[in-house]
């Protein structure tokens, strides 16, 4: 069974007698017009035979060729000849059966899609289309597998002619797009309870970014599916599935040819309340010239439609972002000849428009009475958007004057402003329902529909302008009335003057709308000395922060209501930094009118508060002035940046607007002590310094409060969740996305530098628990607490490191300038145990035990200098006192000894020198030895006398005097004393024994000191008899 006969669109140039065809021609496609139908049978002139592609419903293609002749010639051969020409020339198989007698799917496959094996049966269940671009069929195909449940629909476009360089021109799977809204035993053939209600192809508006990049838009697909005429309702009345209208958008073959990466066509459904459609008239479905979509036809009655906007390819759009927006606002293209020609054109065929609606009686909503002249559908979107904006203008600038005036679009004379903006606004509505009736809206790009909605916006912030003003003086002309105050009087008479000549031609021109306001501020007081504000002063101060609010909010609110249903584009506070270009509320000047009000606020706020006579509503009044232009100010900023992300002008100005309007935000939007609106704003707008400003005073009054305390502490001021919520879902995921204008640096780096600029050491540490990553770096690069690195590296692990740092530090840590002091003696000996107990921790990680030995040896050596120091100095103690080095400490026991009282204190400090000799390292053996031997030479001076006497006894007697003696006499002397206390406390193989008086090198050196051998052999053998006696 047929389901499609295609015919090959002939070639440019017949080649008679065969040879190669030319390339096919596309159809024009014309945007106010359906597509037209494809002549069933087509040639050349010259050709006898036309060339036809027919769709099989088992989803065969064959290619037939056909004969030109009428058959009713009289010549037989010539019938002869006719019916040898035709006939099918090729089969092709678009989905080949296996072995099995299953359909090979692979050409279906998609990243998404894992089990395309044992499907054999297929099904088209809709007419084929021809797509918009006249070089693909588009299909609706149903495959079944013996399981119902697994049932899929899909929609595949099948080339008809060949990419240039990449195909042979044989039909082929171009892509394919798995409609999976609905899936399984609804779908089957049998027992389903849904069924194809119709396929229309329709064209893609090419936005300006699309066409600069090769006119790459591609073809839309619309397909229908809804419940079967017979399948009853379910409960409550209603189907038992809606009817869905998917779109399939499929990329053009030129995206194919262009060097761009192959995408799979993206698919958008929409479900259509059932109680209004409940199902769809089968093969009612048609396409939409107006929409570029499809209508329908409803079971209940209702005429239906669906349109879907896809936008551009976001490839495609940043490369061409910057050149479409210059394209569309460009001087060279708004003088444009074409430009202006199609806008006179818009303009003639709205002025048409217009005189319908009245003959009418002013029903805007008829389509029908729009027309668009051939040469608006033929030209391109970038044109089009452009006579579009400059038509517009033409109707929104145009001034009151009657016959005079430049524009067929003027508004009646004598007639008030406010009327003329408000006839001006109905016109633009008009204007763009007239490109919305004629089919040519779609086609205007995003940034034009930014402009049209611009204008609107500005007509109405221009009204709420005019009618402030006008309100403002009405009242206080009333309050001026009934006190009789002549003063009054007159002054409201001078700010009327003066206030009418800043607003001359405001309701002319709307487009010079901020410059209104900006002559209104040229007018504010300059109070740069916080002197108390004249009547005057404060009267243009209200009504220009009051029109400027007034006059934004009323732009926000036409730009929320109207921006899907007049305009078809998202509002801006819903809209990504995709789109082309700003709204007029983000302009360079109505940024820097909102910046000079609040400098303005911030000059003359509090004096006007300090000398109010009605100071609660005044203080309302301020707040709401701070807080819809500090708003309106920041939101434009970030706008800005966001699409100039490398423009470091606009960043600057965004930060200045940051430093101004969080202050004024604290001081008037401020309840009770609350800073939520201030807080929330600097957030917004990744502002550290707000944030971590504003958090810190509020941890202030929550801090030290006891668990028994009523009152909590606030978790909305609480830094701690913003610096550890960095996943993509948090709230906070933005600041860490962002870096500080000033300082370069990231959110958890910039806090931790806050505190620590302020001396806050421990609530570096404390805050960096939550960004442990981030502390390790910072306190590796800052200076000032670097020496507290350990304290992060214990936190993550990090023995060694933590062992090595608390060794190098040398100057005070915790308390007293480490860059003009010394590190105290308490203070070294904390850091030394803590990095034993870190080393201890190191160690049982560690794989070297070599290097572990000589950090232990190392941090025994300085607690053993440290105890040392606390003995020598006991007397003396402070707790101030400076860690002294080892050669400092040798003196100071040497000191000691010399001036001790009896033997028992020199003992004392006689082992305590020696243990400072022997903290050294193993291999500085000399040195050790060095100062070991000093410190038994300090010590036998105590009793040199002794010692010499007994060592010229022993010379003299024969044999030398007796051990017994020997004893009796040394008994009580220092050196035996000191002697007896170092052999029976020092481990025996351990570091102390190298500084021991009879180790070789020390008794050398002290038998040197003294130049007497008789005394050295005294010495050593009280030595020998006081080691044997222990």
Not at 619 to 634: F, K, P
């Amino acid at each position: 069974k047929i389901v499609a006969l295609v015919p090959i669109l002939p070639p440019v140039s017949s080649n008679v007698g065969g040879g190669k065809e030319g390339t096919p021609r596309s159809p024009m496609r014309k945007s106010h017009t359906p597509p037209r139908k494809q002549p069933r049978i087509s040639a050349a002139p010259t050709d006898t035979c036309a060339r036809a592609l027919s769709l099989s419903s088992s989803l065969v293609v064959k290619e037939w060729k056909v004969s030109l002749s009428s058959g009713s010639e009289s010549s037989e051969g010539a019938r002869t000849n006719n019916t040898e020409k035709e006939g099918y020339m090729s089969r092709i198989e678009l989905f080949p059966r296996l072995d099995d007698g299953t359909f090979d799917l692979e050409r279906l496959r998609s990243d998404a899609e894992d089990d395309l094996a044992g499907y054999r049966d297929a099904d088209v269940l809709a007419s084929p289309s021809l797509g918009g671009d006249g070089r693909s069929l588009i299909v609706v195909v149903r495959f079944e597998k013996e399981d119902s449940e697994s049932t899929r629909v899909y929609v595949v476009r099948i080339g008809l002619t060949s990419v240039p360089g990449e195909r042979d021109g044989s039909p082929y799977i171009m892509d394919a797009a798995w409609l999976d809204r609905y899936s399984g035993q609804s779908l089957s053939s049998v027992g389903g309870t849904l069924e194809c209600a119709g396929l229309v192809s329709a064209e893609v508006v090419e936005e300006e970014t699309v066409a600069l990049a090769g006119g790459v838009g591609g073809v839309v697909a619309y397909v229908g599916l809804g419940p079967r005429g017979d399948t009853g309702r379910g409960s409550g009345g209603q189907p038992p599935c809606p009817v869905t209208i998917s779109a399939v958008h499929f990329l053009s073959a030129k995206a194919f040819a262009v060097g761009r990466q192959p995408q799979h066509p993206r698919v958008k459904d929409l479900d259509l309340y059932s109680n209004i459609i409940p199902s769809v008239v089968k093969n009612s479905m048609s396409y939409d010239s107006i929409t570029g979509g499809c209508v329908f036809l409803a079971t209940s009655g209702i005429l239906g439609g669906a349109s879907v906007r896809f936008p551009s390819d976001v490839n495609i759009q940043r490369g061409a972002e910057g050149a479409a927006v210059a394209a569309l606002m460009d001087e060279s293209l708004i003088h444009d000849e074409t430009v202006l020609t199609i806008k006179s054109h818009l303009q003639s065929a709205f002025r048409h428009y217009l005189n319908k609606l009245k003959e009418g009686g002013g029903n805007s909503n008829n389509p029908a009475r729009a027309v668009i002249p051939p040469s608006i559908g033929t030209c391109t979107s970038q044109v089009l958007s452009a006579a579009v904006v400059l038509a517009s203008k033409d109707f929104v600038c145009a001034t009151a004057g009657g016959a005079s005036s430049s524009s067929p679009f003027s508004p009646k004379p004598a007639t008030s402003p406010v009327t003329v903006l408000r006839d001006k606004l109905q016109m633009h509505k008009n204007f763009v329902n007239f490109l919305a009736h004629g089919g040519a809206y779609r086609r205007v790009s995003t940034s034009g529909r930014i402009r049209l909605r611009d204008h609107g916006e500005m007509i109405n912030a221009a009204r709420a302008l005019l009618i402030e003003s006008q309100s403002y003086f009405s009242n206080a002309d009333s309050v001026a009335a009934a006190t009789q105050d002549d003063t009054r009087r007159s002054e409201l008479a001078q700010v009327r003057q003066m206030v009418t000549s800043a607003l001359e031609g405001t309701s002319d021109d709307v487009t010079a709308l901020p410059h209104s306001w900006a002559r209104l501020q040229q007018q504010l007081p300059e109070n740069t000395n916080g002197d108390e504000c004249s009547q005057l002063e404060k009267d243009l101060f209200f009504l220009t922060s009051s029109s400027i609010c007034h006059g934004i909010g009323q732009a926000l609110r036409y730009r929320q209501n109207e921006s899907g249903i007049l305009y078809d584009i998202p509002s801006y506070d819903s809209c990504s930094v995709s789109s082309h270009i700003s709204p007029w509320t983000s302009s360079p000047e109505m940024l820097e009118v909102f910046f000079t009000q609040l400098q303005a606020i911030q000059r003359v706020g509090e004096p006007i508060l300090s000398a109010s006579l009605d100071f609660d509503t005044d203080t309302m009044n301020m707040r709401q002035y701070v807080e819809d232009i500090s708003a309106s100010a920041l939101s434009g900023h970030r706008d800005v940046v966001l699409r100039k992300p490398d423009d470091d002008e606009a960043t600057k100005t965004y930060e200045e607007t940051k430093l101004l309007s969080i202050p004024l935000l604290r001081r008037y939007a401020n309840d009770d002590g609350d800073d939520l609106l201030a807080l929330q704003s600097s957030l917004a707008h990744s502002f550290f310094e707000g944030i971590v400003q504003i958090c810190h005073d509020h941890k202030q009054s929550w801090k030290f409060h006891t668990p028994y305390s009523d009152e909590a502490s606030d978790e909305r001021y609480d830094l701690r969740p913003m610096l550890s919520n960095t996943s993509s879902a948090s709230p906070y995921a933005h600041l860490h996305q962002s870096r500080d204008y000033r300082t370069g640096l990231p959110f958890c780096a910039y806090v931790l530098r806050w505190y620590a600029d302020r001396g806050l050491y421990p609530d570096v540490f404390e805050l960096g628990k939550n960004c442990p990553h981030d502390l390790t770096r910072y306190v590796r690069n800052d200076d000032r607490i670097s020496d507290l690195a350990w304290i992060q590296h214990l936190r993550v692990g990090g023995g060694q490191q933590a062992t090595v740092g608390l060794l190098s530090l040398n100057s005070p840590v915790l308390f007293g300038d480490k860059q003009e002091e010394s590190i105290g003696l308490w203070e070294k000996d904390q850091l030394m145990s803590l990095a034993k107990l870190s080393n201890k921790l190191a160690s049982a990680k560690s794989a070297n035990p070599a290097v572990d030995g000589q950090t232990t040896d190392l941090i025994e050596n300085n607690l053993t200098l440290t105890s040392a120091q606390r003995i020598l100095q006991e007397d003396t103690e402070f707790g101030d006192e400076i860690a002294l080095n080892a050669d400092d400490l040798l003196r100071l026991a040497a000191e000691k000894i010399n001036s001790a009282r009896d033997v028992d204190e020199i003992k004392r400090y006689g082992i305590c020198g020696l243990a400072i000799a022997s903290a050294k390292p193993i291999d500085q053996s000399e040195s050790m030895t060095d100062d070991a031997s000093s410190i038994w030479h300090t010590v036998i001076q105590a009793d040199i006398h002794t010692w010499k006497s007994i060592a010229n006894e022993n010379s003299m007697a024969v044999g030398g005097i007796s051990e017994e003696e020997l004893i009796q006499r040394v008994d009580g002397t220092a050196f035996v004393g000191v002697m007896y206390d170092f052999v029976t406390t020092s481990p025996p193989g351990g570091k102390m024994q190298n500084v021991g008086f009879l180790h070789d090198q020390v008794k050398n050196k002290v038998s040197h000191l003294f130049g007497s051998d008789e005394l050295a052999s005294v010495l050593t053998l009280s030595a020998e008899i006081v080691l044997a006696a222990t």
